[in-house]
């Protein structure tokens, strides 16, 4: 079979919600590169038939839809090259070698036979399936600032969970609970399926929805890595989900976003604990901690 490699060029700000288009159009993976700041490749591979012009067609039109959205996708251009089925596959799989992030997080892809240590927390995933792999610095950022974080008796909530990763993060670095929370029902079964990879699946609770708002308890930790447009209108919603010192933990941030979500955090009762830094191909993004100063009472 023959095929055919899509490249979105597009910015930072509207990335995920493009390679979600890609992926609804079945792609059979998305891989992220990183340009000259503000913008991202996204590549994507179909097969060469019939399907492919209403492909590119419902790109354009997602693409000219997205300012409606308050999201800017400029330069917003789409390329098509047709590629030879033994080139992309193997490709595809050395985009996405075994990967360590933090102390002893090791993320690997579900052909890897890669070996491991006993101490190792690792994590199983198919890098075809749904965005967040560990080879993006947000997620990256995120897994570092999980890992400091986590005690045994925690309940975490997941917003915007996509392939899961983060949940499975928490409760194989030793959470009691997570609730994982997504909004797109189409990233629904891929972090299901990865759940069931990696063992946790009676352990977290998966739901549809927006933020915490469909979601129920009090949570020691709350994370999201998601853009800052995302996070803003949910700091609100946090500080009354939270036990005391509750902690949230947010990434998806450029750098020079983080004076406007330290603003807000510290207008919602959060002191930031700590905040990291990770420069890719000339970006700057940025993982930030922070502490409820509201009791439980409150």
């Known amino acids: ?8 060029t597009t910015s930072q700000e509207a990335s995920e919600a493009v390679a979600n288009c890609l992926f609804e ?31 590119m067609q419902r790109l354009r039109d997602f693409l000219a839809e997205l300012p409606t959205w308050g999201i800017q996708a400029h330069p917003a251009t789409i390329d098509l090259k047709p590629v030879k089925s033994e080139n992309w596959e193997e490709a595809w799989k050395a985009a996405f070698p075994p990967r360590r992030v933090g102390k002893r997080i090791l993320i690997i892809p579900t052909w890897s036979n890669v070996s491991h240590n006993e101490t190792d927390v690792l994590i199983q995933l198919d890098p075809g399936m749904a965005f967040g792999t560990g080879h ?6 995120s897994l570092e600032l999980l890992e400091d974080s986590i005690e045994p008796y925690y309940h975490v909530a997941d917003i915007g969970t996509g392939s899961g990763i983060l949940s499975i993060a928490a409760m194989k670095l030793g959470a009691q609970r997570v609730n994982a929370i997504e909004l797109d029902p189409t990233a629904i079964p891929v ?7 990696n063992g946790i699946a009676s ?3 998966l739901t549809q929805g927006d933020g915490l708002k469909d979601v129920e308890g009090k949570y020691h930790l709350i994370i999201g890595n998601i853009l800052t447009k995302a996070i803003l209108p949910i700091i609100p919603y ?8 509750g ?19 510290a207008a919602n009762q959060f002191q930031c604990v700590q905040v990291v830094r990770e420069t890719e191909d000339n970006i700057t993004w940025v993982g930030i901690k922070a502490v409820s100063q509201f009791a439980d009472a409150l």
């Open 247 to 265: 902690i949230v933990i947010f990434s998806g941030i450029l750098d020079t976003e983080l004076a406007q979500i330290e603003s807000v955090l």
């Open 25 to 55: 159009m079945n792609a059979t993976g998305v891989e992220f590169k990183n340009n000259d700041a503000p913008t991202v490749n996204l590549i994507a591979y179909y097969p060469l038939d019939d399907r492919v012009g209403a492909r």
């Open 136 to 141: 993006h610095p947000t997620t990256r950022l």
């Open 191 to 197: 972090a299901a399926a990865n759940f069931k990879i």
């Open 1 to 8: 079979m023959n095929w055919v490699r899509i490249t979105v």
């Open 238 to 245: 946090c500080t009354p989900r939270l036990h005391e010192a």
């Open 203 to 205: 352990q977290v609770g």
